[in-house]
């Protein structure tokens, strides 16, 4: 029995994919069985950099879609639509989808798991986050025999680069922005990366399968990188940390109520030095899951490019193929889905609001330089019972002196409250950065 | 439909997975499917770290394996036998197997899967390397789409204990050892571990899932890590290294014939400090997988333990528990057994002599303090096409002077012979030492 596949989209992760199903030698020998029938393209003259059989290639993706013949639909447009409305048809029809588009899935993944649970099909998404790394697949399978305390990740390679780059050089967001633009490492509209809505889908997707529930993405608190500072993180690394991009998912360890939330944030975090992912650096993602009984376990590797997405973008082809050829059938109702290839949590989790949240904070002041301002600081900040682990006066500069103040765990709230109150200090010239601390 | 366990062995990671097996709530909800229905132990009335019902406990191991309500056997009494032979029996019986046991797989896998694939059953082993990190699974799924070209792993708790220790502290092998055995990190027996044995039962099985091949145990090199002085690891971190026991499988870049062999080798080895692996430290274990296209990926978590290890085995459990409940019913055939779960490869691997090998050398020889030695060195090491990176006169003892040398990448014979020749000069005292570099 032979697996056909209809491609949708063939840029660069298309073409990696096409290129693994083109040569199947020294691979899975499942790679044998499967065939890339249909591949929909939006011109059909542009040059490939991999040779499709022109009897293949077609511009009109509506028929890979509605195609009797393909089996498994293979999603590597990007975009919301119309990505959501093919995956959707494609569903209709009883096929398989494998994407790796994570807008998507982080926006529409209610409405498309709903249908295919209906549809008895599976929608598999590795190459969604974390490029290459297989994490999706093991946080399904192998963790998820874990209770999950947390998942936290590096999982935008490009604002790991800037800050890699910014750490290496002591240089700032900006130059290093445009240079990696220069050099195809960031786009030319960097928001999504920078901003951190990118790691927001992510993070809301690797949440929704660590914690068995639906995500709302407005929920997820997202934080840019473009405030770091040359600054902050050579002060940073004189306290024995790094700057990171991280992307945080986590049990709330709970208020008075016993409903169970989750934290779920991006922001720039100093990392202490010692933690694994403070030695990720460049391009590379990582993400590190927590659990009960496993402890730390930590996956690394390539979080894009062509090579390492089409291998995951794949995989999850060999996945519902292998269930395919394994006597399984084409017909998988809700019950006779692999429970761990499908999706079937039905509820929202309860995300909690940042105020809630226990961090650690970094703060880096500008001051007039009068004696009696760290005692003032310090005495403000007690009043709304946050402890401070160290306040140091690090320089004066033209325009006064710098103090820079890390505290200890506190409400997110009461550290915000503290802070109002201190801008409003006739001694304090600005509040020139605010960092969690992981 | 209920999955019945039937549990051989109570130690540590017996107690583990009966824990987890117990205690479903907050894990995938296939645990609840699952029943902890036997428990083999050896003595009826030890103390137990967790409460079984007294009508599951039995001293007789081999009902078990036969009794016809049990669907799945978990072998975690380690040792050879009687393991081997109650896994035969298993599989005889038509159960599927979960085991731990590198030792037992690494010696008769070629036995047990052959029995299995007969029988239609599967054999599955994620604990049997790494502990809790989900290495076993991705190599045979998400990976098995790229061509693996290597596989580099610390996968020996112990010595990783010891060499992180005497980095940080610059102590000797001997004393290191002495404390980690007080401390429980190394057996009173130590030699399985420090003499790198452990670690190639676990890189056999590695190799075998990377390159679909089966390996002959007796045809992995493996060196320990008991002739590592404090020196070593300090003229290594000056030349910008780490010393690790690294596990290593490689595709042998060819000779002339184009028959494709297999590198396999445990030795202590010189990492550099940038390499994701000179990070991994104490009792933590990571493996890296080369592949085309993904690139380099790596697992990192802790590689042994009650907790993570049990998290592996019932990781195993629910994998099998999932294609059972999914309408694939007990009855496995070679033919409807899914592919990425079996093992179907039959031929073995060709394994290159240690002669073949191509890697650079780091050597520290004891010379007389006397003119010429380092030229004379040169020379004999030229004459034998070895090409030297440094040669480095690092220190005058009283027994004459410290050498220190680093070759370029060079044959393991040509650099052999190069050696022995040296090792009968009249101004060489001692080779004190030889460790590979990556």
Known sequence: ?????????????????????????????????????????????????????ADCLTMDLESIVTDPAVDVVVELLGGLEPARSLILKAIAQGKHVVTANKAVIARYGDEIF???????????????????????????????????????????????????????????????????????YAEADPSADVDGLDAADKIAILASLAFGGRIKLSEVYSEGIRHVSAADITYAKGLGFVIKLLAIARRHAGGEDSVEELELRVHPTLVPESHPLASVND??????????????????????????????????????????????????????????????????????????????????????????????LGLCFGDHAVSLESIVQTGIHDDGAEIVIVS????????QTALDEIRAFPEIASVASVIRVL
Do not use: W
């Open 114 to 184: 709903t249908a295919a649970n209906e549809a008895g099909v599976y929608v598999l998404l590795e190459a969604a986050v974390g490029g290459g790394i297989p994490v999706i697949q093991p946080l399904k399978q192998a963790l998820g025999v874990n209770r999950i305390q947390a998942v936290t990740g590096i999982i935008n390679g490009t604002t790991n680069y800037i800050l890699t780059r910014m750490q290496r050089e002591g240089g700032d967001f900006e130059p290093i922005l445009a240079d990696a633009q220069r050099l195809g």
């Open 408 to 415: 200890h765990e506190v409400t997110e709230a009461n550290f």
């Open 283 to 376: 391009v590379y993602n990582a993400i590190v899951v927590e659990g009960e009984p496993i402890g730390q376990v930590m996956f690394f590797g390539p979080g894009a490019g062509e090579g390492p997405t089409a291998s995951a973008v794949v995989s999850d082809i060999v996945n519902i193929a292998a269930t395919l050829v394994s006597g399984q059938g084409r017909e998988v109702t809700p019950k006779t889905a692999n429970p761990l290839l499908a999706c079937s949590h039905q509820h929202y989790c309860k995300v909690s609001p940042m105020a809630d949240i226990v961090s650690r904070f970094y703060v880096r002041l500008l001051a007039k330089d009068e004696p009696g301002v760290i005692g003032k």
């Open 1 to 53: 029995m032979g697996i056909n596949v209809g491609l949708l989209g063939l840029g660069t992760v298309g073409s990696g994919t096409a290129k693994i199903l083109l040569d199947p030698e020294g691979r899975h020998p499942l790679l044998r069985q499967i065939t890339l029938a249909k591949v929909g393209v939006r011109n059909l003259d542009k040059p490939r950099r991999v040779e499709i059989p």
